[in-house]
């Protein structure tokens, strides 16, 4: 009796598809969590992969440019990583825009300013970070993820994910505080950053020690953010929102 061979369905070709994509993207992912180059058997336990999934995935994100396979037999993220870099930073301008507001909150005089971007369901992705001038400061740095549910930042990325409301605002509608939620010992302030069309670009704060967050310096830091966060959205082609004093 003859054995029929029955084709894969097109729904069980797509799904293996989508599988392989997530699998490459967790590798390029811990690479870039990684801060250095990667073991395969790191890699391994970092991903949950076996060594052989790893290494059929490697050698295809190594021929495109996403990884290379230094020398010493560790991986690391390869050229492409810093190409789709530049491209994000070109199509949304977002140095020319919010990198100047940093520098010129840090000239102020503020707490370490910051800017975060929403990354998944879960957490936030710090994009640009400025240390203060101050003798002690918290520890973020750009690249870093932070729980999207904790913090300044985070309240903003969540209250304004849908964009700027319709709806009149006051300034303090516009502020967010935390003192000692992510970290007992750090306190920050937030402001949203809008785009074109209101779209919710990204949130930005300052943070530093939670004794350096008295009520006069936290009031003084709130008037600088709003004008910070004005500035970034308008050179964005984005439209601050007409506030009220109520």
């Not at 811990?30 to 336990?45: P, V």
């Not at 970290?183 to 302030?189: E, H, K, V």
Request: glycine share 8%.
């Amino acid at each position: 009796m003859s054995t029929v061979t029955v084709p894969p369905s097109e729904s069980a070709e797509k799904n293996d598809g989508v599988a392989a994509v997530d699998r490459a993207l967790l590798i390029a992912t811990s690479l870039a969590n990684a801060g250095s180059a990667l073991t395969l058997t790191e890699l391994s336990l970092r991903t949950g992969m076996y060594k052989s999934t790893l290494l059929r995935l490697l050698a295809s994100l190594e021929k495109a440019g996403l990884v290379v396979h230094r020398n010493d037999k560790r991986y690391a993220l390869g050229p492409l990583a810093f190409v789709f870099g530049r491209s994000f930073e070109q199509t949304n301008g977002l140095q020319d825009a919010i990198q100047p507001q940093l520098v010129w909150l840090v000239n102020q005089g503020t707490e370490s300013p910051s800017f975060h971007v929403r990354h998944d369901d879960d957490n936030r992705l710090c994009l640009m970070r400025i240390d203060s001038n101050h003798s002690t400061l918290d520890r973020i740095r750009p690249g870093d993820q932070l729980p999207l549910h904790r913090g300044a930042p985070g309240k903003v990325l969540t209250s304004f994910g849908q964009g700027l409301p319709a709806k009149p605002l006051a300034a303090e509608d516009l502020l967010f505080t935390s003192f000692g939620e992510r970290d007992p010992l750090c306190g920050a302030i937030a402001a949203p950053v809008f785009g074109p069309s209101a779209s919710l670009v990204g949130a930005m704060s300052v943070s530093g020690p939670l004794e350096r967050f008295s009520e006069l310096a936290v009031s003084r830091m709130k008037s600088l953010m709003l004008k910070a966060a004005q500035e970034a959205t308008e050179s964005l082609g984005g439209k601050w929102p007409a506030v009220h004093n109520g």
